[in-house]
């Protein structure tokens, strides 16, 4: 196995375990608020995203497993909306493109 499958392959069992701890999350089945929101968010631009964005941000307002998530969602290589902020390859704090969300903590919840 090669160093880069290797680490791809460390990389999803850390994304699998972490999703085992975000049952706890204050998203927790609302899948379709949330989907919904991140739909919202990526049609929207400039100052229009703050609608949006302020809906799904207050599910993770006193999210026990915030911290969780952003590390989840680190490691999973998302791209979304997670621990309240956006994420574009598993980073943080980038603004979001046009159709590219994957597929948000909520759905990871269930896996």
Do not use: H
């Not at 100052?47 to 941000?57: E, K």
């Amino acid at each position: 196995m090669t160093t880069s499958k290797r680490n791809q392959a460390s990389r999803e069992a850390l994304a699998g375990s972490l999703a085992l701890k975000l049952r706890g999350a204050a998203c927790a089945g609302r899948a379709e608020l949330w989907n919904a929101g991140e739909a919202q968010l990526r049609a929207c631009s400039g100052p229009d995203r703050d609608g949006p964005a302020v809906a799904i941000m207050r599910l993770c307002e006193g999210c026990p497993v915030l911290q969780v998530c952003g590390q989840w969602a680190r490691a999973e290589g998302y791209t979304g909306f997670a621990a309240g902020t956006t994420w574009v390859n598993g980073r943080a704090g980038v603004a979001l493109p046009a159709g590219r969300v994957t597929f948000a903590p909520v759905d990871a919840i269930g896996a």
